[in-house]
């Protein structure tokens, strides 16, 4: 248990250098994945497939901005996708995210593990 303790102990430590890493990441200079409108069950096999063909890019920028519908499967793939693209040690970035992707991220507690950007005051 202690080895557990201090493994998560030391994922937190390391997430502000990750966030301000992911924060930089430009993009002109990493790859881009546009995140479909409807980002729900249909749409797993063809979202799984381009994430993955990104992860050897390392620097990766999506775009969530056209996001109208998401299910926690979706979430779940995002959230399996940024922890490969760090065990490889490569940066996560947004372009942009719609309000339905931030609500259902913030809903179940993903939107810090997902580095999505702070939502703008209205």
């Known amino acids: 248990m202690a080895g557990k303790r201090a493994a998560r102990q030391q994922d937190t430590d390391e997430q502000p ?5 992911a924060a930089s990441v430009g993009v002109d200079d990493a790859a881009r994945v546009l995140l479909p409108a409807d980002c729900r069950m249909a749409a797993q096999a063809a979202l ?3 994430l993955l063909g990104a992860l050897d890019a390392g620097a990766i920028v999506l775009d969530g901005g056209q996001v109208e519908r998401v299910d926690t499967a979706a979430l779940q793939l ?3 996708f940024r922890r490969e693209l ?3 040690g490569g940066t996560l970035g947004w372009h942009g995210t719609s309000d339905a992707l931030n609500e259902a991220a913030g809903l179940l507690g993903l939107a810090q593990l997902l580095n999505l950007p702070a939502a703008a005051l209205a």
């Not at 250098?17 to 890493?21: D, F, G, Q, R, V």
């Open 17 to 21: 250098a990750k966030a301000s890493a």
């Open 48 to 50: 799984k497939a381009e």
């Open 78 to 80: 995002l959230v399996l």
């Open 86 to 88: 760090d065990a490889r």
